[in-house]
């Protein structure tokens, strides 16, 4: 008898644990979508994944097989150069992994795609990691991102692509020299020098329109001078603009990579072209 209740105990052990670990799972997740246990235990068990609550597991399964489509072979068959990687990532996705770190998160992505990238001899060793970019999108379905990549033709060229299907079309290529790229809200737009100035803030008359409460109508301008782009903010805005963290009140020079953050809005980053040479010994700015 006493063997007996000792056969129970053991296999009620060993059933109320994955129970235990089910519920508190679930309440967790519950709590993350503002749903009831029960509620986020049977969404998730949905063979739609866009149904079910996302977790960092399935999330990186989606992201990273989406960045698996990153190498584009160019007309000649070779694989050109990708510069800069861009996921538009539905509000769900981008909230979930704010939990962890939305830099963390692209860093990740980034990293994995590195290895993967010379894995698949897409480029030599000793080539930085190109950086991937994530950005907030409300039209987007829950673990649907849109990939959007940049890629150097000949080294003197760019190309964009969407939704993984690379674009040969020759006539959607443009010189790199002095060209730079403005990116919020997963929409991008290209300056170039003989268009310049461009004015930035939410009012409809502005070139680049940053629709966002903390932005001005009309807050700053992104002239072209001595061979680089500068960012003006002007007078009377309401909120501070910041370059890379630091406040600006006067014409502030951006660099590939820079930053811009006006209030509480989301970032907006500016690339600059570069030339991407053939050989192993080049060296590139990446935004």
Known sequence: MNEFVGFLVVIGFFIALPVAAAFFFFHHVGRLHNVSTLSAARDYLRKDLDAGPLT???????????????????????????????????????????????????????????????????????????????????SRKRLRPELSYEVARDGLTRTITTEGNPVDDISRTEPLNGLAWITFQGKEWTLRPREAPYRLGRGEENQIRTIHETISARHAVIRYSRDSWVLEPLERTTNPTRVDGQKITGPTPLSSGSIIRIGDADPIRFDEGAAVIGDSTATDRRG
């Open 56 to 138: 960092p597991w399935r999330m990186n399964l989606r992201y990273r097989a989406i960045l698996r489509q990153t190498g584009v072979k160019g007309p000649s068959g070779s694989v050109m150069p990708v510069r800069k990687v861009t996921l538009a990532m539905p509000v769900e996705d981008f909230r979930f992994a704010q939990q962890f770190g939305i830099a963390e998160f692209a860093r990740q992505l980034a990293d994995y795609r590195h290895k993967y990238a010379l894995k698949q001899g897409w480029y030599p060793p000793g080539e930085d990691p190109v950086p991937v970019a994530v950005w907030p999108d409300e």
